[in-house]
């Protein structure tokens, strides 16, 4: 029996082994030679609570309690209020969490996220300012959580118009999603849920419920799918290597109902769906766009425990070194079946490599990812804005604190994006059906 202890200790001990590079299924297969026990990391991986690595010990009623009526009462979104792919944040507009109008600011991302979720602030205010920088209006501080916005034009020829995180393939929204088909499969629509792959998540439940690892593995088998399947596949380093694995933990260490009798959490099939806008029974589902809810008398996690940037880090560490088939960069480079690598060493000038990915404190993850964030904002955009821009602020005051205190991370200085040039589906950009549901 595992206990908290001795899954921290184990798994540190398979970080330090765990250094194979190129993510080619091979030679991540090769490299386990050098870990301990791949059996030994998936018993820590399935050890795992719905609050992840840190476990939620305690209940309180008054605290965790979501409110589902008076100002957050269900209201459908209107004909001109926006909606995308991401089921929790349309739940969240849907209930006035954000913005009904379905654009928001980093702050409301904030309060909104903290009060329904439990996600704390230097994680929301992170994915947040993210999304503002590269698919929002960084002069406004506003993004969208679907397609575009009204726009005013400001940001127009700096970072390109905002298009919301619907339009954003390969900077926000990437391939192998737990509920969306690939871009590339969907006729550019890389936003709308598709039954059939909701489906296959939903028939995953073990005595109707759902786990870490059970969507864990689900995901290593979605990016095995994508390869076997799109021939623009492409897993880009924050799109597809952080957003599309997080976001499938996401649904358990967010989604997950909390009570006494089980303070860590747990989601079953009706909860699931409901947080999808899906009706019906299996396999017979039918999707309502747009019509995310919250459960009823639903509680989130404690807010003694909120989760935070690290432990997004140390739950995927533990994803990856169970599942090292999930841990992907790189893409399709002439058809299906092709798949490629990027070492990641050599993307960064060798300041960073795979260690940095698995490593079990978080650490080596916020260091990595905050790094990353800065490393592609286009240089054009600090040149034209000035040492006191509106985006360089944003990375001081939201990106940057990911990173634990005292931690010294190195910068990345070359970021060798030509790296990429090789796979058709890097420069792929999809507009699909123009709709905000």
């Not at 006035?96 to 602030?121: N, R």
């Not at 406004?140 to 034009?153: E, F, H, R």
């Not at 649904?251 to 997950?256: A, C, P, R």
Request: a negative charge; glycine letters at 10%.
């Amino acid at each position: 029996m595992f206990t908290m202890k001795s899954i921290a200790i184990a798994a540190a001990g398979f970080a330090i082994h765990a250094s194979a590079f190129p993510f080619v299924l091979e030679q991540i297969q090769q490299e386990r030679r050098q870990v301990p026990s791949t059996t030994a990391a998936r018993d820590i991986s399935a050890a795992r609570g719905n609050c992840g690595v840190v476990p939620c010990l305690v209940f309180n009623e008054k605290d965790q309690y979501v409110s589902t009526t008076g100002d957050h009462a269900y209201a459908s979104p209107a004909a001109d209020e926006i909606r995308g792919p991401c089921p929790g944040l349309n739940a969240a507009a849907n209930h006035g969490y954000l913005s009904h109008s379905g654009v928001t600011t980093i702050e409301e991302t904030i309060t909104g996220m903290g009060a329904l979720f439990g996600m704390s602030p230097d994680l929301a205010g992170f994915l947040a300012a993210y999304a503002v920088i590269f698919d929002g209006d960084p002069i406004l501080g506003t993004w969208s959580i679907g397609g575009p916005p009204p726009s005013n034009g400001l940001t127009k020829g700096l970072l390109g118009q905002a298009q919301g995180i619907s339009y954003s393939h390969n900077v926000y929204e990437g391939d192998s999603s737990i509920g969306r088909r690939d871009a590339y499969l969907n006729n550019g629509d890389a936003h709308s849920l598709d039954v059939e792959r909701f489906a296959s998540a939903y028939a995953l439940n073990k005595n109707n419920r759902y786990t870490l690892d059970l969507f864990a593995q689900n995901f290593a088998s979605k990016a095995q799918e994508s390869i076997s399947t799109n021939p623009y596949y492409f897993a880009a380093p924050f799109s597809t290597t952080l957003v599309s694995p997080a976001a499938y933990n996401f649904v358990i260490n967010f989604m997950s109902n909390h009570s006494a009798e089980e303070p860590n959490g747990y989601l079953d099939g009706e909860m699931f769906k409901t947080w999808f806008a899906v009706t019906g029974d299996y396999p017979n589902f039918t999707w309502l766009p747009g019509q995310e809810r919250i459960p009823d008398n639903w509680y989130k996690r404690t807010t003694t425990n909120e989760y935070n940037a690290v432990n997004v880090f140390m739950d995927l560490g533990v994803n990856f070194l169970a599942y090292p088939d999930s841990l992907r960069l790189g893409g399709n480079t002439n058809g299906v079946n092709t798949y490629a690598g990027v070492d990641l060493a050599d993307l960064t000038g060798g300041l960073y490599n795979l260690t940095h990915l698995v490593d079990q404190s978080g650490q080596g993850g916020a260091c990595f990812f905050a790094q990353l964030a800065q490393a592609i904002i286009p240089d054009s955009a600090a040149t034209v804005l000035g040492e006191l821009s509106p985006i360089l602020n944003l990375v001081n005051k939201f990106i940057k604190p990911i990173i634990p205190a005292g931690l010294d991370c190195p910068t990345i200085d070359k970021y060798d994006q030509t790296l990429f040039n090789k796979f058709p589906g890097y420069t792929y950009s999809p507009s699909g059906p123009a709709t905000n549901y």
